[in-house]
């Protein structure tokens, strides 16, 4: 009897996405944006919306993401993101919009910009990268900064008596009226990669189905101003991050949740 | 099981570990002897035993996109979707 033998062939299951341009990025070794980056990239390609998506580019460690995707870009004053977003929302409607901003950015300077964007239910996304710390100017101590977390300009760890307690920036989002999908991920490992990528994913869709304003926390690492290797850093995202910062959906509107079960 | 095998962007490594970390098969290590044109030492793909699987995580894991993967799957058949 004869036995058909298999033929195998090699086919390429994972390459670069096509909405992400094929240049090194600026970002230190094991710095987690590198995965955000990729995973936002991703989404567009799998939605096809990449030749009418806007990116709005913040400032800090991410300021020039507009360089790195390959969609539309534009540069917005610190912590104004939000602010271009609803503008160039609401006058080209039919294009994809979305912001990418720090802790620095979104949760310090640009706190009442994202927070009234939100409240109106302006029909963009936000990606929200938290790595509880200024990355960019060098490692001082950010709002999302840890309890006795040690920063530049906490060498002593920060103390809550003086400085107060992180801001769960997912959670102060979920609250307001105009947020229809408000979620937190982690990047630490693969598992929580695919997870944060699901999330992403939604959040896009609620934009296009327009249902509201819609916003993925992501913990990320920054191993440079830790002062640790990049699988330590990995590792403090799980020990000492989500602990604090919980993982989930803070915020399913009325109609998200059909777009939840479709994946 | 499966086949595989990954390219790694040498020129756009920059040393950080996390594959070495996600590979299951502990196929990839870093490099001790020649630095990339940055200054890092990359990651590379060392599979003389042919265990790699394709599997992708590495390519999940990895900050710098530097990852390729490909699969031996049977001919006429569609690629299974990406990991992700």
Redesign the interface.
Do not use: F, W
């Given at each position: 009897m004869m036995v058909a033998e298999?033929?195998?062939?090699?086919?390429?299951?994972?390459?670069?996405p096509a909405s992400?341009r094929d240049v090194?990025?600026h970002?230190?070794?094991?710095?987690?944006?590198?995965?955000a980056h990729?995973?936002v990239a991703?989404v567009l390609d799998e939605l096809g919306i990449r030749e009418r998506t806007i990116g709005v580019s913040p400032v800090g460690c991410a300021v020039f993401a507009y360089k790195y995707f390959n969609t539309d870009g534009c540069e917005a004053a610190h912590g104004r993101a939000p602010a271009m977003a609803t503008g160039i929302k609401r006058v080209r409607p039919d294009m994809v919009v979305f912001t990418y901003q720090g802790d620095g950015d979104l949760a310090a300077i640009g706190t009442g910009e994202i927070i009234h964007a939100a409240t109106r239910g302006e029909l963009f996304t936000t990606i929200f990268i938290n790595n509880a710390i200024y990355g960019m100017t060098g490692g001082q101590m950010a709002p999302t900064t840890l309890p006795g977390q040690y920063t530049s300009s906490s060498p002593a760890g920060r103390d809550v008596e003086t400085a107060g307690f992180p801001i769960r920036m997912a959670e102060v989002i979920a609250g307001l009226p105009g947020a229809a999908y408000v979620a937190r991920r982690s990047l630490h490992?693969?598992k929580e990669?695919?997870k944060a990528?699901k999330a992403i994913r939604t959040a896009f869709k609620v934009q296009l189905a327009g249902l509201g304003f819609s916003m993925v926390e992501l913990l990320s690492a920054c191993?440079t101003n830790w002062s640790m290797?990049?699988?330590e850093a990995?590792r403090w995202i799980e020990e000492a991050m989500v602990p604090y910062y919980p993982l989930g959906d803070f915020k399913v509107a009325e109609g998200v949740e059909a777009l939840l079960k479709e994946r | 099981m499966a086949?595989?095998r990954i390219e790694i962007n040498e020129?756009?490594c920059?040393?950080?570990?996390?594959c070495t970390?996600?590979c299951p098969q502990g196929v990839i290590v870093m490099a001790t002897d020649h630095p990339s044109a940055k200054g890092?030492y990359p990651a590379m793909f060392v599979d003389p035993e042919g265990q790699c699987t394709?599997c992708?995580?590495c390519?999940?894991?990895?900050?710098?996109?530097c990852?390729?993967?490909?699969?031996?799957?049977?001919?006429?058949t569609r690629?299974?979707e990406?990991?992700?």
């Open positions: 298999t033929v195998l062939e090699e086919q390429v299951v994972y390459a670069r992400l090194p990025t970002y230190c070794p094991g710095c987690t944006h590198g995965v990729r995973l991703e490992n693969v990669i695919m990528k191993p290797s990049p699988p990995m | 086949r595989g020129d756009n920059k040393g950080c570990t996390l970390i996600a890092y394709g992708a995580l390519a999940v894991a990895c900050p710098d996109v990852i390729t993967v490909y699969r031996q799957v049977p001919a006429k690629p299974q990406a990991a992700v």
